[in-house]
């Protein structure tokens, strides 16, 4: 987002509110802001913190003119005043131009209403703004109706002078306004104002079913009053008032199958619940010590108002149980991004390594068993292990994450409760298990609440889009049969029914089909016999939907072309290799005088005769005849020890002698 593309919408009118205006401009200082704080330059954060300011700061004085045109400030007089002339009769108006000049300090002249002439009155009276009067019975816009909701009013404390109570309150509703549906920014189901207030063409129909009108700025406005009310329940009791009427109102559009109210009601149901929820989790400090559990007053309708009891609480983690407990987990490839339910696993994990936590989770990342661990602990667990299954995407439901988290702090106090009050080591194992399970539980408690209204939000979005697209096709059906029904009437008379000019106008409504299809490899069928030429967007669909499959086959085919010509390729080239291989081999064995082994002559012989090279088969030798012959005797072979001579023993002989002189011999 830019300022060149908020400039070219709001030439071309696509913002129907201000708020629209005002979440595009608000956008491109977020944006800034997040991409150089990930890259840690300061002086870009700073500057566009400053332009976030500047713009809520304008953009609310010009909301407050809009909404009331009379608290507009005057319009600064830029021109510079003239003095008066010598010639005029003024004269202490020269004695002061005398004045201001020895002292360089230009006076502020102030002139009583009885100095000022009829003509100078006329021109210094300020235009009229006038207010634009909106029109009887037609939408207002939401900043103006929660504006006029506000002026009822004029006394709201600051946060700061609340008490515990109703800062408690304040919280509470802060969080509920954060609230993907009912957030401030782009509201998908609106519930800030009065409907009356909003839609006054519905004030009389509203009134006749609601008795106590309730919405969500009043119940803010009358809460930061103050003195009005008693008890955090009263507060609760009128948050959930706001959704209980919407769902009186949109009851009977509901039955009828009116797309809106059952979005309308669907919604209130879920709001309700998750208002309940949320009550009972962040007031906890004002839950009293009772097994009351408050009932709804019809049956398959939620509770409309409650007390802020234990029983309540446990009933509505019940609730949440239900929905979160059993829900299958969308799972991604090991090595992508998590899914938004593998995140929430993720955090529940993220939660129990905080640095405060350390010194009690210390023991249970990744500890080392005892010997005898497995006889008191049928299965063991640590935080590695949970971690390594979820990024291996072994865990099926939220489910199995919550026990094998449990099953971490269960076998600790299991395994060293028996020692704890006589070893300090399983004291402290203890001890630390304790304390770090109600951290589980409480990150628990958190999560299922998230999930649990996300997975709601998505079955009632789910359920609207379906009914949308059947109000759509069914308008679509109307459109056409209407189309269709005006058009005989308009040709002339019988020309809707003359069943000559309706067969002629089929022929060419399939004639101009067949013109736009293009020759093919294969047949793609086109059910021409089904089609009855009134079903325009259904037949188009169906023509996009063959054109995919179309698009499909044929990307599948030129894979297949590919995919063969690679493996003919490498088996061509292979065979090419071994007869090449065995030509070189054949002329190294001439060079070299080796002669081929008998089973390859053999091979060559057959195949050569095979060929027809060899007309007959060599006669056999003298040798192969006789051992062809029946009455040869047998050849007996034997085997005999073999004796070694022995070794002749070599007597040394005495040398004679040597002498030179022959006479000494």
Known sequence: MDLQIVERKVKSGAYVTPEDFEYDVLLIFQNCIAYNMARSVDHLVSLGKYGMKQFKRIYSTRAKVLDDPSSASPPKDTERRTMPTPQSENLPAKKLKMEAGASKIAPRISLSSAQLTPATEKNNQRPKISKPKAKSNQPVPLHIAISQVKENFPLRRAAKSLQSWEAGCARFFKELMRHTWISAARPKFIFHVPVPVLFPQLKEAYTAKIKKLMDLTTVECTLLAGNLYTSPEDFVNDVALVFANSIRFNKDGRDIGDPLSCA????????LRYCRWLSLEL????????????EPDEEGMPVTSWKLTSGNVKKAREEMEAIVLNAVIEKSLEGDRYTWMESECEKLLKSLRHQSDLRYMRYFIQPE???????????????????????????????????????????????????????AVSKAYYDAAQCMALKLETAINKMMLTVSDRLERERIDKANSEREMEAAEKAEKERIRAQWGGGGVKDGGDAGTDPSKAEASQRVRSRARTIIRKETDFEV?????????????????????????????????????RTAATAGSSFYSRMTQRDLALEWIEEERKKLGIRASPLRDHKASSAKQEEGLLESPPAPTSVALLATKATRAPIHLSFSKLKLKKKRKITSRPALPFCDDESEV
């Open 264 to 271: 309308y009601y669907d919604a209130s149901m879920h709001l």
């Open 283 to 294: 007031l906890s400090e004002y839950v009293q010590d009772s097994d009351h559990v408050d």
């Open 369 to 423: 068993y005892p010997a005898d661990y497995t006889a008191y602990v049928s299965k063991p667990m640590d935080w590695e292990r949970c971690q390594k299954t979820l990024k291996k995407r072994q865990y099926d439901k939220f489910g199995h994450v919550i026990e094998d988290l449990r099953l971490i702090f269960s076998n600790a106090m299991k395994y060293n409760g028996r020692h704890a009050d006589i070893d």
């Open 525 to 561: 069928p086109f059910f021409d016999d089904e089609d009855d030429g009134q079903h325009e967007r259904s037949y188009l669909e169906v023509v996009k939907q063959q054109k995919a499959t179309f698009e499909r086959q044929r990307q599948d085919l030129s894979n297949m072309q």
